[in-house]
């Protein structure tokens, strides 16, 4: 399955409290988190973004708070997919199990500037960045963590798990 | 080669001999979840047509975000919760008046024991590691996970050993050995790792420090941060409201000598002095001597990370017959109700509220920027929270500093962060 959009780049430590603020915690509806998605870091963010855009930061992303609307807010604002260096934990558990892809790449990531295309294998391990014609590998997903994002997140293995 | 506490929890859980990297599935012996957490998680198992909890005794829900409700939405999202409570017959549901902040309910109730696992919708169930449990927050859609299987997915984490050695100075604390750490570490430096604490300083503290530390391990990108059980683990265990009713069995779990640790750091702490996380990140740390001289608008005292009666107790040693700075407000935060029915009867909230501070109720509010003491534009504020990123407690241009209750304290009176040793 292949991901591709145009990538908007940000840095370090881009923690949960900036992703979604604590003020915006109580909203549960896709549209209204759309709205407030980063806007401590980029007020316009939500109008920027088109469907499939993907997110490029450095180290450390979704650090803090284990809110999980923060990824529901990048999911919902339509960005196809992050790819980082590196991740805090409990981000990245929780962007597996709503269905947010999401990878490691620090060489994409060195690489990689605001407004590149981006094209990723999700499944082959593979990004090509179209606009500065290289490629770069991640590592595939564990086979149980690639049987729960084939699944569209922890729905599938919950329902599994219940015999459904 | 022989195991750590995490990966001996684990193991027993997962019936089965595991490695650091390996998956397993464990069953769980509370999943918690507070008002916000558990809203996304009861929409989420709704989703999935999911209509029965496999096991309601190991559920616990305690509405402390933005509770007492904030606003009518707030409201709305509690009664959701105190629905689903009622609904599913919840054994821990537990309402504002009879809580508190959940990381300080949970194991002063006895709801959390040594040697189990909880998971919990927020990132600071961490602190329960102070008891010896593998805690650990996780989000909502995992918490629906484990509310319906009674199981989660778990990554074995590799170990931190981190040791302290050494006498503190007077006014050190946990807070502070764990700030000191966020500044060798920083915020990434121990992610997905079980961190152990260890070492003669905790001889010194009370366990209270404990839950401080293991509060703040997420904030070294940790999964969990435990300390090994003893007497004091004992005593405080013994002494809940739940074992002494129940009387519930309960495992201990010991690193073994060549357990494999992927970190490893001493710290001699004998010269440590205060230490404060300035804005923007809580390894942005420094000596408190280093940062006097700052003026500051508000003081918050309390919360998860140092809401624990001896952090009260020795902010109100530093408030006795002093007053707060007329241009300072300063707000108590209780752990819970537990901890302020305690602080009533030695007196505390009589010495807070004659120096001229609010001492308020126990709530997340202040600390997540949501209500009850929320920051304006360039305030800056000395907290013994945990989190201080841009915009944490308010506006996006106000500023917080960590730091432990005396320090939070001798500022309130200072007017601009200092140390107790300056009054």
Redesign the interface.
């Known amino acids: 399955m292949n991901l591709k959009g145009k990538v908007y780049r940000v840095g370090d430590n881009i923690n949960t409290d900036v992703i979604m603020p604590g003020r915006w915690c109580h909203l549960t509806d896709d549209a209204e988190l759309a709205g407030h998605c980063m806007e401590d870091l980029d007020a316009d963010f939500h109008k920027k973004i088109k469907p499939g855009d993907i997110i490029v930061a450095d180290d450390n992303f979704g650090c803090g708070s284990s809110r999980e609307v923060a990824p529901l807010s990048i999911k919902a604002v339509g960005i196809g997919g992050v790819v980082a260096k590196s991740y805090a934990r409990i981000f990245y558990r929780n962007s597996i199990n709503i269905g947010l892809p999401i990878f490691e790449s620090p060489e994409c990531v060195e690489a990689t500037e605001a407004g590149d295309e981006l094209e990723i294998d999700m499944f082959g391990g593979k990004i090509i960045n179209h606009t500065k014609g290289k490629e770069f590998t991640f590592a595939p997903f564990p086979p149980f963590m690639k049987t729960i994002i084939e699944k569209g997140g922890l729905r599938g293995w919950v329902l599994e798990k219940l015999g459904r | 080669m022989g195991y750590t506490i995490a990966e001996k929890i684990l193991a027993e859980h997962a019936g089965c001999e595991v490695r650091p990297g390996q998956?397993v599935s464990v069953p769980v012996d509370m999943a918690m979840a507070n008002e916000?957490?558990a809203?996304?998680a009861i929409?989420?198992l709704d989703?999935?047509g999911?209509d029965k909890l496999a096991d309601p005794a190991r559920v616990c829900l305690i509405p402390d975000?933005?509770a007492p409700a904030k606003d009518i939405?707030?409201a709305g999202?509690a009664k959701v919760v105190r629905d689903f409570a009622n609904k599913h017959r919840v054994k821990y549901y537990l309402e504002v008046g009879r809580a508190g902040i959940e990381h300080a309910v949970i194991p002063l109730e006895g709801i959390i024991l040594p040697g189990q696992i909880m998971v919990g919708?927020?990132?600071h169930?961490c602190t329960a590691g102070a008891i010896s449990c593998f805690a650990t927050?996780?989000?909502?859609?995992?918490i629906?996970?484990a509310w319906?299987?009674g199981?989660v997915?778990l990554k074995v984490p590799q170990s931190a050993r981190l040791t302290y050695t050494g006498k503190l100075r007077p006014h050190v604390y946990g807070k502070d050995l764990i700030l000191h750490t966020l500044r060798d570490l920083g915020?990434?430096g121990a992610?997905?790792m079980a961190i152990e604490y260890q070492g003669e300083v905790f001889d010194q503290l009370p366990i209270w420090d404990r839950f401080t530390m293991a509060n703040m391990a997420?904030e070294a990108?940790a999964?969990t941060g435990l300390f090994q059980f003893d007497d004091k683990t004992r005593e405080l265990v013994e002494s809940t409201p739940r074992y002494m009713l129940e009387k519930p069995h309960y495992t201990i779990a010991s690193p073994d000598p060549d357990a494999v640790y992927a970190l490893e750091r001493t710290y001699d702490v004998s010269d440590l002095e205060p230490q404060v996380a300035c804005p923007f990140?809580p390894d942005n740390v420094k000596p408190v001597s280093r940062v006097k001289d700052i003026k500051i608008d508000q003081v918050v005292i309390g919360s998860c990370t140092n809401g624990w009666l001896e952090d009260l107790l020795r902010a109100a040693e530093l408030f006795k017959r002093r007053t707060v700075h007329p241009d300072v407000r300063v707000i108590i935060l209780p752990g819970s109700q537990r901890i302020a029915r305690q602080a009533f009867d030695l007196g505390l909230p009589q010495i807070f509220i004659d120096a001229g501070c609010i001492f308020s109720t126990s709530t997340c509010g202040p600390c997540?920027?949501?209500h009850m003491g929320v920051l304006g534009e360039k305030e800056v504020c000395v907290s013994t929270t945990n989190?201080n990123?841009?915009?944490?407690m308010g506006h996006?241009s106000s500023e917080v500093y960590l730091a432990n209750p005396a320090v939070a304290a001798a500022s309130a009176v200072l007017g601009r962060i200092g140390s107790p040793d300056e009054l």
């Open positions: 998956i916000l957490s809203a996304l929409k989420e989703k999935w999911v975000h933005f939405n707030a999202i919708g927020d990132s169930t927050g996780v989000g909502s859609t995992d629906a996970g319906a299987t199981e997915w915020t990434a992610t997905y997420i990108g999964k990140s997540i920027g949501g989190r990123f841009a915009g944490r996006l």
